[in-house]
């Protein structure tokens, strides 16, 4: 099994991909904003892949007699706990975008070497996107 990585967000970059390569293909498709395809059944990012999968995953759990919680804890159990969260940062009008140019610059020319506390082990080229 392949990964796409370096799209461009947003799912029509992702349907292109399904476009490509084959709908059996892909396996699972999932973007910044926690929208998910999975097939090809359905190629926009509201919650209904996400809906029918809970639904199905929630229908096996019950016949062997779990719950979605249940599952939950075994999978924090055999994985361990994940967290995320977002920063947005306002940088607003002409200066703000000066900035941020300045900033991918700097990116681009000096990939970080740690992320949060973790070495990077495999960059992706930081490229422009349209």
């Known amino acids: 099994m392949q990964t796409a990585g370096n799209l461009h967000v947003g ?10 390569r084959g709908s059996k293909e892909l396996r699972f498709g999932a973007e910044e904003s926690y929208g998910f395809l999975a097939g090809d059944h359905v190629r926009d990012k509201d919650a209904a892949v996400a809906s029918l999968l809970t639904a199905e995953m929630t229908a096996k759990l019950k016949a062997e007699g779990k719950t979605l919680c249940q599952r939950l ?4 159990r055999q994985f361990g706990c994940h ?14 975008m000066d900035d941020m140019r300045a900033l991918m610059s700097r990116v681009r020319q000096t990939p970080p070497k740690m992320l949060g506390g973790l070495k990077v082990v495999k960059g992706s080229r930081l490229s422009r996107q349209p």
Not at 11 to 20: P, S, T, V
Request: hydrophobic share 40%; charged share 30%; net charge negative.
């Open 83 to 96: 967290s995320e969260g977002q920063l947005n940062i306002q940088m607003p009008g002409e200066k703000g």
């Open 11 to 20: 799912f029509k970059w992702i349907g292109a991909e399904i476009d490509a």
């Open 73 to 76: 804890d075994e999978l924090f």
